[in-house]
């Protein structure tokens, strides 16, 4: 009971503690959702968008390994690129590993470690992995049977393994299926980008367009801006990637129309008394890797300035026309940029211009810079200094993607959401910087046939904990084929106990969780 009472204490006392309020833009503060899935596609959101694509194991960034039947040997690129090829490994490794770029439903370039392709263009007939972009030369047709596969160039005879380990385009025949050196196992280690440019280049052009339109018109409707309105929430967080600013006709594969919903949108947050939060979540070459950031293959190029250059120009945009909309709350510069990849001085430098060119188009529209994911301090933001008014520090809070967190019981969870996720809050708030937002949150966790009541206990001690977040916060996300990540559901099925405000505020209610902690026997004030 010592611990019970503990952290009942604990509860109490940050209860009575984040009392305070501020005001953003009129609003007590922001009480938001996400429209994640919508304008950028998560396919790990909405699985069915990827039902139709042919050879939907084999979408860009896919990774594979072959293997020769006859040798029973991988095929290899020393040092990852740069060298001939070789079907000499026992086992594979990231030599052995190759990242597809699709051309068509049957055609393929294979990317390797280092970032170079493979290529037929050799008078020898010798694969090398020597090509540093993909043309012809490089573009494979792949015939699949079972786990088997047969490889040939557009131009010359199949590929081979030969009986000294190396890799040649030289078989006239049409080879069988059986063992035979033109006959390769095919080993998909990894399929787990879903995004925009899987899509789009997945189905084609025609087929991409048909899905996209029928998904960005029925996905996200005016009765859901609606739905938010009467349940609490006064601000939508809305993703949405670089290729925006081309519509109705961005570069290829990405297609047109997202720009159209955007505004939409706007029209919708205005009708329902909402405000709206613009988030580049996918930035041009990608900023993470990851398929929420429309990466091709998982490379992480944005960090250079040609792309830097084009994504303050995607900002310029944005601010210039919905600048003056009376629903603009603020402009997200990034979301999500990689520890590993985006050097802090370089992202700094983005924010600083990007922060300037929003104040260009609005004197009062919020600035809001995205803590990078992985290893990282949400001071080091704080401490750059970044901009003068109406900035904020946006910081995604997951139980979830760590291991951890894999192991901890739920009372383990809400303990962490008050004993280590508060402190932290008040910390940031209370260093005279930036705003603090919660931008992402979600009421999902590692906890095994969790009950209903601990999900409802759950939530409302995220709610009640970021709500003391200066600017506010946004839960991830309106609608999830996942239904623990879906707002929607979570109110509808009351597994997240939310009014528009914390219902940890009310002493009875608080005496009675400490009381039946042990049961999660609790009392639901009316």
Same mark, same amino acid.
């Given at each position: 009971?010592?611990?019970?009472?503990?952290?009942?204490?604990?509860?109490?006392?940050?209860?009575?503690?984040?009392?305070?309020?501020?005001?953003?833009?009129?609003l007590?503060k922001?009480?938001?959702?996400n429209?994640?899935?919508?304008?950028?596609?998560?396919?790990?959101?909405?699985?069915?968008?990827?039902?139709?694509?042919?050879?939907?194991?084999?979408?860009?960034?896919t990774?594979?390994?072959?293997?020769?039947?006859?040798?029973n040997?991988? #095929?290899?690129?020393? +040092? !990852? /690129?740069?060298?001939?090829? $070789?079907? @000499?490994r026992?086992?594979? &490794? %990231?030599?052995?590993?190759?990242?597809l770029?699709?051309?068509s439903?049957n055609?393929?370039?294979?990317?390797?470690?280092?970032?170079?392709?493979l290529?037929s263009?050799?008078?020898?007939?010798?694969?090398l992995?020597?090509?540093?972009?993909?043309?012809?030369?490089?573009?494979?047709?792949?015939?699949?049977?079972?786990?088997?596969?047969h #490889?040939?160039?557009l +131009? !010359? /005879?199949?590929?081979q393994? $030969?009986? @000294?380990?190396?890799?040649? &385009? %030289?078989?006239?025949?049409?080879?069988?299926?059986d063992?035979?050196?033109?006959?390769?196992e095919l080993?998909?280690?990894?399929?787990?980008l879903h995004g925009?440019?899987?899509?789009?280049?997945?189905?084609?052009?025609?087929?991409?367009?048909?899905?996209?339109?029928e998904?960005?018109?029925?996905f996200?409707?005016?009765g859901d801006?609606?739905?938010?309105?009467?349940? !609490?929430?006064?601000?939508?967080?809305?993703?949405?990637?670089?290729?925006?600013?081309?519509?109705?006709?961005?570069?290829?594969?990405?297609?047109?129309g997202?720009l159209?919903a955007?505004?939409?949108?706007?029209?919708?947050?205005?009708?329902?008394?909402?405000?709206?939060?613009?988030?580049?979540?996918?930035?041009?070459?990608?900023?993470?890797?990851m398929e929420?950031?429309?990466?091709?293959?998982g490379?992480?190029?944005?960090?250079?300035?040609?792309?830097?250059?084009?994504t303050l120009?995607?900002?310029?945009f944005?601010?210039?026309?919905?600048?003056?909309?009376p629903?603009?709350?603020?402009?997200?510069?990034?979301?999500?940029?990689?520890?590993?990849t985006?050097?802090?001085?370089?992202?700094?430098?983005?924010?600083?211009r990007?922060?300037?060119?929003?104040r260009?188009?609005?004197?009062?529209?919020?600035?809001?810079?995205?803590?990078?994911?992985?290893?990282?301090?949400p001071?080091?933001?704080?401490?750059?200094?970044?901009?003068?008014?109406?900035?904020?520090?946006d910081?995604?809070?997951?139980?979830?993607?760590?291991?951890?967190?894999?192991?901890?019981?739920?009372?383990?969870?809400?303990d962490?959401?008050?004993?280590?996720?508060?402190?932290?809050l008040?910390?940031?708030?209370?260093?005279?910087?930036?705003?603090?937002?919660?931008?992402?949150?979600?009421?999902?966790?590692?906890?095994?046939?969790?009950?209903?009541?601990?999900y409802?206990?759950?939530g409302?001690?995220?709610?009640?904990?970021y709500?003391?977040?200066?600017?506010?916060?946004s839960?991830?996300?309106?609608?999830?084929?996942?239904?623990?990540?879906d707002?929607?559901?979570?109110?509808?099925?009351?597994?997240?106990?939310?009014?528009g405000?914390?219902?940890?505020?009310?002493?009875?209610?608080?005496?009675?969780?400490?009381?039946?902690?042990?049961?999660?026997?609790?009392?639901?004030p009316?």
């Open positions: 009971m010592g611990g019970l009472l503990g952290f009942s204490l604990v509860l109490l006392s940050w209860v009575l503690f984040s009392s305070c309020h501020c005001s953003v833009d009129g007590s922001v009480k938001g959702v429209l994640g899935g919508w304008l950028v596609v998560e396919g790990w959101i909405k699985p069915s968008l990827f039902d139709g694509i042919p050879n939907g194991d084999m979408l860009d960034g990774q594979v390994q072959l293997r020769s039947v006859v040798l040997k991988y #095929i290899s690129v020393a +040092n !990852g /690129g740069g060298s001939n090829v $070789t079907v @000499d026992d086992v594979a &490794s %990231t030599w052995e590993t190759f990242r770029w699709r051309v439903e055609e393929f370039q294979l990317r390797c470690l280092g970032g170079q392709f290529s263009d050799s008078e020898d007939g010798l694969i992995a020597t090509a540093k972009e993909p043309l012809s030369s490089e573009t494979f047709y792949i015939e699949r049977n079972d786990g088997r596969v #490889i040939k160039p +131009n !010359g /005879g199949y590929v393994a $030969t009986n @000294d380990h190396l890799l040649i &385009s %030289t078989y006239q025949f049409q080879p069988g299926w063992n035979n050196l033109a006959t390769f080993v998909i280690v990894a399929n787990n925009d440019y899987q899509l789009a280049n997945g189905y084609g052009y025609e087929k991409a367009k048909m899905v996209l339109e998904h960005r018109r029925s996200i409707t005016a801006f609606d739905f938010l309105s009467q349940h !609490g929430i006064n601000t939508v967080r809305i993703p949405v990637g670089w290729w925006i600013t081309q519509d109705p006709y961005p570069p290829s594969p990405f297609i047109g997202s159209a955007l505004d939409q949108a706007f029209s919708w947050a205005k009708y329902y008394g909402l405000k709206c939060i613009i988030d580049l979540h996918a930035a041009p070459g990608s900023q993470n890797g929420h950031s429309a990466s091709r293959d490379s992480v190029d944005w960090p250079s300035p040609e792309y830097i250059t084009q120009e995607v900002i310029d944005m601010s210039t026309r919905y600048g003056g909309h629903s603009l709350l603020g402009i997200e510069l990034l979301n999500e940029p990689s520890a590993a985006v050097p802090l001085d370089v992202l700094v430098s983005y924010y600083m990007g922060y300037q060119i929003v260009n188009h609005s004197s009062t529209a919020y600035v809001i810079f995205c803590q990078r994911i992985g290893n990282a301090d001071m080091e933001l704080f401490q750059a200094a970044v901009g003068i008014s109406n900035v904020v520090v910081l995604h809070y997951y139980n979830l993607f760590d291991p951890n967190f894999a192991s901890m019981t739920s009372t383990q969870n809400i962490f959401i008050y004993k280590m996720r508060a402190p932290q008040q910390y940031l708030k209370s260093s005279n910087g930036p705003l603090v937002f919660v931008g992402e949150w979600v009421n999902e966790w590692d906890v095994q046939n969790a009950s209903q009541s601990e409802q206990m759950f409302r001690a995220q709610l009640d904990v709500e003391n977040a200066s600017f506010g916060w839960y991830w996300t309106l609608k999830n084929d996942r239904m623990h990540w707002f929607e559901w979570n109110i509808q099925n009351k597994y997240l106990l939310f009014s405000s914390s219902l940890l505020k009310t002493p009875g209610f608080l005496l009675l969780l400490a009381l039946g902690w042990g049961t999660y026997t609790i009392i639901i009316r």
